[in-house]
T-cell receptor
Framework: GQNIDQPTEMTATEGAIVQINCTYQ??????LFWYQQHAGEAPTFLSY????GLEEKGRFSSFLSRSKGYSYLLLKELQMKDSASYLC???????????FGTGTRLQVTL | ETGVTQTPRHLVMGMTNKKSLKCEQH?????MYWYKQSAKKPLELMFV???????ENNSVPSRFSPECPNSSHLFLHLHTLQPEDSALYLC?????????????FGPGTRLTVL
């Protein structure tokens, strides 16, 4: 079976740094995606990792360790608009067959 | 219009009704997907179409019937649904349907089955 785990909720302060972890156990692996979803809106693509290491994109970075089945999303200089759910998804097939975690709801406070 | 659009945005239907959800993508992609998002549950992949052929059907009940007439349009036909089918139905598209391509999601249809 497929299993992807993320914390359910996190709270952080505006201007701070927050790390959202994701661990996975899947029957196949062809890359890991992070999506952001604001309440009532569609998920939007943030990052993609297929090789081990860190991918940096502005205030957001994502890390992957395939041997540990582990990824994290790092958000720097938090802003109020970063309050959203962050979804970890693993591509388990040759097509874009994504298996999602339940998502981490991040609340940014003043 | 740009991106992925879905209609209707909200739908309320009885268990004996027949309705259809529509998705259109304006990104030039050739793979399209239906996902179901229920409260407190992960997004679940329902169907995958690549180059207008269905390549994935994740054990979805037959009361959900997808149709992909061309690479820009995707439908989900609904009939004799159950209350537990109430959820947000999201359409997505990607280029080529290969593993490294990000999927772009539409805003979803909020479905309530009475």
């Amino acid at each position: 079976g497929q299993n992807i785990d993320q914390p359910t909720e996190m709270t952080a302060t505006e201007g701070a740094i927050v790390q959202i972890n994701c661990t996975y156990q899947t029957s196949g692996f062809n890359g890991l995606f992070w999506y952001q979803q604001h309440a009532g809106e569609a998920p939007t693509f943030l990052s993609y990792n297929v090789l081990d290491g860190l991918e940096e994109k502005g205030r957001f970075s994502s890390f992957l360790s395939r041997s540990k089945g582990y990824s994290y999303l790092l958000l720097k200089e938090l802003q109020m608009k970063d309050s959203a759910s962050y979804l970890c998804a693993v591509n388990t097939g040759t097509a874009s067959k994504l298996t999602f975690g339940t998502g981490t709801r991040l609340q940014v406070t003043l | 219009e740009t991106g992925v659009t879905q209609t209707p945005r909200h739908l309320v239907m009885g268990m004996t009704n027949k309705k259809s959800l529509k998705c259109e993508q304006h990104l030039g992609h050739n793979a399209m997907y239906w996902y179901k998002q229920s409260a407190k549950k992960p997004l679940e992949l329902m169907f995958v179409y690549s180059l207008e052929e269905r390549v994935e059907n994740n054990s979805v009940p037959s009361r959900f019937s997808p149709e992909c007439p061309n690479s820009s349009h995707l439908f989900l036909h609904l009939h004799t649904l159950q209350p537990e089918d109430s959820a947000l139905y999201l359409c997505a598209s990607s280029q080529d349907g290969t593993s490294g391509r990000a999927s772009y999601f539409g805003p979803g249809t909020r479905l309530t089955v009475l």
